[in-house]
């Protein structure tokens, strides 16, 4: 499974540019191409996933629980 860096947000789309969250591969291949077309358009069609939302579930879910402390002095 690949991390998703950038996330499709619809409204239009790109020719040659896949209309669907863009792994970071993806990202750097059209990222200029994104870029001139958001500029030329004035229309946001992606957007970054922040790094937390890229972990393992698994190692998201262990950093997200609380730790437990004992107060029997």
Do not use: C, W
């Not at 200029?32 to 957007?47: C, K, P, S």
Request: no cysteine; hydrophobic share 40%; glycine share 8%.
């Amino acid at each position: 499974m690949s991390d998703i860096t950038l996330r499709y947000l619809g409204g239009a789309f790109i020719h040659g540019v896949p209309a669907r969250d863009l792994t970071a591969a993806e990202a750097a291949q059209y990222g200029a191409l994104i870029a001139d077309q958001e500029a030329a358009t004035n229309t946001q069609m992606y957007e970054p996933v922040p790094a937390a939302a890229q972990a393992p579930k698994g190692k998201q879910a262990a950093q997200e629980q609380p730790q437990e402390v004992s107060n029997n002095g």
